[in-house]
């Protein structure tokens, strides 16, 4: 069969496709969004890439994403011919059999590898039918660090062929303040340049990409195959307490810890510089390079020492002495004759370098160990495990050690335990031109301690992350979640004691309040804590062993599952279409050549039968993705079906096009709660006409009835029912936040709303419909047609081409404007929703859970202990900027809402 090869690229927090190119006339990559919403300091980014099969014949089309190694995955899903195929996390240990009977029938392992320094692949493939569509969905998960006083969202964009659709979307929501926001990277020069729009208002930020065609092929890294270049958005928050702020939700907080106006502490510091064989040529020219600028960034009154070795020990000095000039000059000098020879003895070195720290205390400094190196012990002691208990006794807790790998020959994983025992981090040093840099860079993180023996002290808190640190630098930042015991909101209370110079200090605000970031779901804040305690119970499994290491692994792995994260400890399994090889997803170590080592591969279990979209049914096959070693894992969650019937030029066979006329031409509307939502869970509203039904073409027929959609929160089929005529809904309504949103339904020609209302504050009005924006505030009137920013107190408003954004205090709804055979209509999303769980409207609805309990000979669901009679019916699904055909089950609004219809109803807009 003919191949066709479809790859998505991922970097830092965003993705973008990445593959070599195809011919036009085979596919065409119609659409790809990626959406990201960053929520103090947690980022939730989705990736949506639509393809057409365009050929005459079926076509294997492979999705490659490139995920970050700090991310969890949260969602995976691909949308088939009217089919879902969906992820489920499990334990490692029961996919074992799927392992062992796919590897006995010759299946092919390890297409995860490590790619570059902050990546690894993701693949997987399935082949499309001609002319059919293929929706490829990504969701995932990470907790931006903040490094030199400033976050960065990365994205490598790379399609390998221009898209009309492409757009990327990052909105930042800091409760603390955006102090500032810049958008940096070879994407946002010159010929892309004017595709990206950056808006900041105190509080939120939008920043938009959206290259045309002809911008795709015309900028410096772009051509006939598109982008291939970085787009880095750089930004911080306001520190306006030095205890930092704390938010919470649901009994759980999260607080964020980087005070300001302190005075550097002086520090000593030791240079421990591997000078073996190994590190000939350019990796000792460039370790020479970085060592002269470091030295020449020591301030006066820090002390440091400098030693190379090999099975030897090449002093500067024996001691440590004061960085003035002479002494720099000096240590200058030795570094440019440093020269490679000999093996590797890497204990005596290290501890040679805690001898040199332990005969110079000195009083109110801060002192640092720095081990570079590019091999593993070969000469001296080589047992590892010996080495790192030597070493950990001759630190004894009283300074860090950080290890920099140099390379890929080096033993990676031993260096991270080291240096995990000793409070520090170990940082891979890549072989590039700017590994110098890399050095350089990595220094100026811990070169200027603020605070040593930090200890985060959290009155009524339980379950904590990590709370004892043994240094603070300028720049970084300290993050520590848990829960609150009994969500005693009122008892719970932060303090920090650290040493900061030669004095103790205590950070505490008797006045500061804890602020609520409660959402309907209320899993945002819970679901840091997650990310961090899992992240923190895999670095102490490495370090420990026995029972010990078997009850972390355990806690470990049960979170893991509650939370579906995919970890070293489980794996996704995701069901495929019939005939469809299944892959091995192998997510590697740290510096792991991409190979089958450990990795998990599965079989094809006992087929079930499905509904095909076509009226008949498919076996479906099991696909499992496994993580291997990375700390920071990454998690999978529900994943529902939905057709893409929205792109205008592809072709159809027959059977699609009886579909598309029963289906695809229904005016529609989706009331999401949660898509692209900081928490992105699994539930919402959508709202179609049902199916089948007729559209007459004069405006004098019935009025239409629309379907909603209401999505499940388990993984299974979304409840839907009707409402006829020009009903006007309360779609959001929060009294304390004086915001009320109500939208008026069009019963006469195609689609969901026609006008939507907004009410915040007493004195703001705002309507929206298709053609303008009308804003009255007081006794002023102002209409906007254009794509203008609308800002009326805390309420902000941006019109683009097809959609409204709009925020109003923490709460933020896009609405999309959606065209249907020429008329337009209006579809609105709920992005991040009030910070409390006081709001109501249909786009409030919790999720709704069913279970199954009678199929003939008529279908019951049971909910809330009720049994509903229900039917299999279909509907067009708004939630993304094309029109999807979703299966659903039909049954009343009371029954679906467990509410009368009549309480979503408003008189007046």
Same mark, same amino acid.
Not at 575 to 583: A, Q, S, V
Not at 740 to 762: C, P
Not at 888 to 904: G, I, P, T, V
């Given at each position: 069969?003919?191949?066709?090869?479809?790859?998505?690229?991922?970097?830092?927090?965003?993705?973008?496709?990445?593959?070599?190119?195809?011919?036009?006339?085979?596919?065409?990559?119609?659409?790809?969004?990626?959406?990201?919403?960053?929520?103090?300091?947690?980022?939730?980014?989705?990736?949506?890439?639509?393809?057409?099969?365009?050929?005459?014949?079926?076509?294997?089309?492979?999705?490659?994403?490139?995920?970050?190694?700090?991310?969890?995955?949260?969602?995976?899903?691909?949308?088939?011919?009217?089919?879902?195929y969906?992820?489920v996390?499990?334990?490692?240990?029961?996919?074992?059999?799927?392992?062992?009977?796919?590897?006995?029938?010759?299946?092919?392992?390890?297409?995860?590898?490590?790619?570059?320094?902050?990546?690894?692949?993701?693949?997987?493939?399935?082949?499309?039918?001609?002319?059919?569509?293929?929706?490829?969905e990504?969701?995932?998960?990470?907790?931006?660090?903040?490094?030199?006083?400033?976050?960065?969202?990365?994205?490598?964009?790379?399609?390998?062929?221009?898209?009309?659709?492409?757009?990327?979307?990052?909105?930042?929501?800091?409760?603390?303040?955006?102090n500032?926001?810049?958008?940096?990277?070879?994407?946002?020069?010159?010929?892309?340049?004017?595709?990206?729009?950056?808006?900041?208002?105190?509080?939120?930020?939008?920043?938009?990409?959206?290259?045309?065609?002809?911008?795709?092929?015309?900028?410096?890294?772009?051509?006939?195959?598109?982008?291939?270049?970085?787009?880095?958005?750089?930004?911080?928050?306001?520190?306006?307490?030095?205890?930092?702020?704390?938010?919470?939700?649901?009994?759980?907080?999260?607080?964020?810890?980087?005070?300001?106006?302190?005075?550097?502490?002086?520090?000593?510091?030791?240079?421990?510089?591997?000078?073996?064989?190994?590190?000939?040529?350019?990796?000792?020219?460039?370790?020479?390079?970085?060592?002269?600028?470091?030295?020449?960034?020591?301030?006066?009154?820090?002390? =440091? /020492?400098?030693?190379?070795?090999?099975?030897?020990?090449?002093?500067?000095?024996?001691?440590?002495?004061?960085?003035?000039?002479?002494n720099?000059?000096?240590?200058?000098?030795?570094?440019?004759?440093?020269?490679?020879?000999?093996?590797?003895?890497?204990?005596?070195a290290?501890?040679?370098?805690?001898?040199?720290?332990?005969?110079?205390?000195?009083?109110?400094?801060?002192?640092?160990?720095?081990?570079?190196?590019?091999g $593993?012990?070969?000469?001296?002691?080589?047992?590892?495990?010996?080495?790192?208990?030597?070493?950990?006794?001759?630190?004894?807790?009283?300074f860090?050690?950080?290890?920099?790998?140099f390379?890929f $020959?080096?033993?990676?994983?031993?260096?991270?335990?080291?240096?995990?025992?000793?409070?520090?981090?170990?940082?891979?040093?890549?072989?590039?031109?700017?590994?110098?840099?890399?050095?350089?860079?990595?220094?100026?993180?811990v070169?200027?301690p603020?605070?040593?023996? %930090?200890?985060?002290?959290?009155?009524?808190?339980?379950?904590?992350?990590?709370?004892?640190?043994?240094?603070?630098?300028?720049?970084?930042?300290?993050?520590?979640?848990?829960?609150?015991?009994?969500?005693?909101?009122?008892?719970?209370?932060?303090?920090?004691?650290?040493?900061?110079?030669?004095?103790?200090?205590?950070?505490?605000?008797?006045?500061?309040?804890?602020?609520?970031?409660?959402?309907?779901?209320?899993?945002?804040?819970?679901?840091?804590?997650?990310?961090?305690?899992?992240?923190?119970?895999?670095?102490?499994?490495?370090?420990?062993?026995?029972?010990?290491?078997?009850?972390?692994?355990?806690?470990?792995?049960?979170?893991?599952?509650?939370?579906? =994260?995919?970890?070293?400890?489980?794996?996704?399994?995701?069901?495929?279409?019939?005939?469809?090889?299944?892959?091995?997803?192998?997510?590697?170590?740290?510096?792991?050549?991409?190979?089958?080592?450990?990795?998990?591969?599965?079989?094809?279990?006992?087929?079930?039968?499905?509904?095909? /979209?076509?009226?008949?049914?498919?076996?479906?096959?099991?696909? %499992?993705?496994?993580?291997?070693?990375?700390?920071?894992?990454?998690?999978?969650?529900?994943?529902?079906?939905?057709?893409?019937?929205?792109?205008?030029?592809?072709?159809?066979?027959?059977?699609?096009?009886?579909?598309?006329?029963?289906?695809?031409?229904?005016?529609?509307?989706v009331?999401?709660?949660?898509?692209?939502?900081?928490?992105?869970?699994d539930?919402?509203?959508?709202?179609?006409?049902?199916?089948?039904?007729?559209?007459?073409?004069?405006?004098?027929?019935?009025p239409?009835?629309?379907?909603?959609?209401?999505?499940?929160?388990?993984?299974?089929?979304?409840?839907?029912?009707?409402?006829?005529?020009?009903?006007?809904?309360?779609?959001?309504?929060?009294?304390?936040?004086?915001?009320?949103?109500?939208?008026?339904?069009?019963?006469?020609s195609?689609?969901?709303?026609?006008?939507?209302?907004?009410?915040f504050?007493?004195?703001?009005?705002?309507?929206?419909?298709?053609?303008?924006?009308?804003?009255?505030?007081?006794?002023?009137?102002?209409?906007?047609?254009?794509?203008?920013?609308?800002?009326?107190?805390?309420?902000?408003?941006i019109?683009? $081409?097809?959609?409204? $954004?709009?925020?109003?205090?923490?709460?933020?709804?896009v609405?999309?404007?959606?065209?249907?055979?020429?008329?337009?209509?209006?579809?609105?999303?709920?992005?991040?929703?009030?910070?409390?769980?006081?709001?109501?409207?249909?786009?409030?609805?919790?999720?709704?859970?069913?279970?199954?309990?009678?199929?003939?000979?008529?279908?019951?669901?049971?909910?809330?202990?009720?049994?509903?009679?229900?039917?299999?019916?279909?509907?067009?699904?708004?939630?993304?900027?094309?029109?999807?055909?979703?299966?659903?089950?039909?049954?009343?609004?009371?029954?679906?809402?467990?509410?009368?219809?009549?309480?979503?109803?408003?008189?007046?807009?």
């Amino acid at each position: 069969m003919e191949r066709a090869v479809v790859q998505i690229t991922l970097f830092g927090l965003l993705l973008a496709l990445t593959t070599t190119l195809p011919s036009k006339d085979n596919w065409d990559i119609y659409s790809f969004h990626i959406n990201s919403t960053v929520t103090s300091r947690y980022a939730t980014t989705v990736i949506t890439s639509r393809v057409a099969n365009r050929m005459d014949e079926s076509k294997e089309i492979e999705f490659h994403v490139r995920i970050p190694k700090n991310a969890f995955i949260s969602k995976f899903r691909m949308f088939i011919d009217g089919q879902v195929y969906d992820g489920v996390v499990k334990g490692k240990e029961k996919a074992l059999q799927q392992y062992t009977e796919a590897v006995s029938r010759g299946q092919s392992a390890g297409i995860v590898s490590s790619v570059g320094r902050t990546l690894e692949e993701f693949k997987t493939s399935v082949t499309v039918a001609a002319h059919k569509k293929i929706t490829f969905e990504l969701t995932y998960e990470e907790l931006l660090k903040r490094r030199l006083g400033k976050y960065e969202l990365q994205i490598h964009a790379r399609p390998m062929q221009p898209v009309k659709d492409f757009k990327v979307d990052v909105y930042i929501n800091e409760k603390a303040g955006i102090n500032f926001i810049e958008v940096k990277g070879g994407l946002s020069t010159k010929a892309l340049a004017n595709a990206i729009t950056k808006t900041h208002a105190d509080k939120q930020a939008w920043v938009y990409f959206y290259p045309t065609e002809d911008q795709q092929r015309t900028c410096d890294s772009c051509g006939e195959q598109g982008m291939n270049g970085d787009l880095v958005i750089v930004y911080d928050v306001n520190r306006n307490t030095s205890l930092g702020d704390i938010k919470r939700s649901s009994g759980y907080f999260v607080h964020h810890f980087a005070p300001y106006g302190l005075a550097r502490i002086p520090k000593n510091v030791v240079f421990v510089i591997d000078q073996s064989g190994s590190m000939y040529g350019r990796k000792m020219q460039q370790t020479r390079i970085a060592l002269i600028h470091i030295l020449s960034d020591l301030a006066e009154d820090d002390h =440091f /020492g400098l030693f190379t070795f090999d099975n030897n020990i090449y002093h500067w000095k024996r001691e440590l002495v004061q960085a003035n000039e002479e002494n720099l000059e000096s240590a200058k000098k030795f570094a440019r004759d440093i020269k490679d020879r000999g093996s590797t003895d890497i204990n005596r070195a290290v501890l040679e370098g805690a001898r040199m720290l332990n005969a110079h205390p000195r009083e109110g400094s801060a002192s640092i160990l720095i081990l570079l190196t590019d091999g $593993d012990p070969t000469s001296g002691v080589t047992n590892l495990e010996q080495i790192q208990s030597n070493v950990r006794g001759a630190i004894a807790g009283k300074f860090p050690l950080y290890c920099l790998g140099f390379g890929f $020959d080096v033993y990676f994983e031993f260096l991270e335990k080291m240096s995990l025992q000793n409070n520090g981090v170990a940082r891979r040093i890549y072989e590039d031109s700017d590994a110098d840099l890399q050095l350089k860079g990595f220094y100026e993180e811990v070169a200027t301690p603020l605070l040593t023996d %930090v200890t985060m002290i959290y009155n009524g808190g339980t379950n904590l992350t990590q709370t004892n640190f043994s240094q603070y630098y300028n720049g970084s930042e300290i993050v520590v979640a848990g829960q609150i015991t009994d969500n005693d909101i009122e008892t719970f209370t932060a303090q920090v004691v650290a040493i900061s110079r030669n004095r103790k200090m205590t950070f505490s605000d008797t006045n500061a309040t804890v602020e609520s970031t409660e959402t309907a779901s209320g899993s945002h804040i819970q679901r840091v804590w997650a990310y961090l305690t899992v992240k923190q119970l895999l670095e102490k499994e490495l370090l420990l062993s026995g029972p010990e290491k078997e009850n972390v692994k355990k806690e470990a792995l049960e979170l893991s599952l509650k939370y579906s =994260f995919v970890t070293p400890l489980t794996s996704m399994v995701v069901t495929k279409p019939p005939g469809e090889n299944t892959d091995v997803l192998h997510k590697p170590k740290e510096g792991e050549t991409p190979q089958a080592r450990d990795s998990l591969v599965l079989h094809s279990p006992p087929s079930r039968r499905v509904y095909s /979209g076509h009226g008949g049914s498919t076996q479906l096959k099991t696909m %499992v993705i496994n993580t291997r070693h990375d700390p920071l894992p990454g998690h999978i969650g529900h994943i529902s079906f939905l057709a893409d019937d929205d792109y205008g030029d592809a072709m159809v066979d027959e059977d699609s096009a009886v579909e598309d006329s029963m289906y695809g031409t229904l005016p529609t509307l989706v009331l999401d709660s949660a898509t692209h939502a900081e928490d992105y869970n699994d539930y919402g509203l959508s709202m179609s006409n049902p199916l089948p039904s007729i559209v007459p073409d004069s405006a004098t027929h019935a009025p239409l009835s629309h379907r909603f959609l209401l999505k499940t929160e388990n993984l299974s089929l979304p409840l839907c029912f009707d409402v006829t005529g020009d009903v006007r809904l309360k779609l959001l309504h929060h009294p304390n936040r004086e915001l009320s949103v109500n939208g008026e339904l069009d019963s006469v020609s195609f689609g969901g709303f026609k006008r939507i209302v907004i009410h915040f504050k007493t004195e703001l009005y705002v309507e929206v419909d298709t053609n303008e924006i009308t804003v009255r505030e007081g006794q002023t009137l102002t209409r906007h047609t254009g794509q203008d920013l609308i800002t009326a107190g805390s309420l902000t408003v941006i019109r683009r $081409d097809k959609e409204v $954004d709009v925020a109003a205090g923490d709460t933020r709804m896009v609405f999309l404007i959606h065209e249907k055979e020429g008329v337009k209509f209006l579809w609105p999303v709920l992005r991040q929703q009030p910070s409390d769980n006081n709001a109501t409207g249909i786009l409030a609805v919790k999720p709704a859970v069913y279970e199954e309990v009678q199929q003939t000979p008529s279908t019951k669901l049971k909910i809330e202990d009720q049994e509903v009679d229900v039917t299999r019916a279909n509907a067009v699904d708004y939630s993304i900027v094309s029109n999807l055909t979703l299966d659903c089950w039909l049954m009343s609004a009371e029954s679906a809402l467990q509410r009368r219809l009549e309480d979503f109803i408003v008189t007046q807009l």
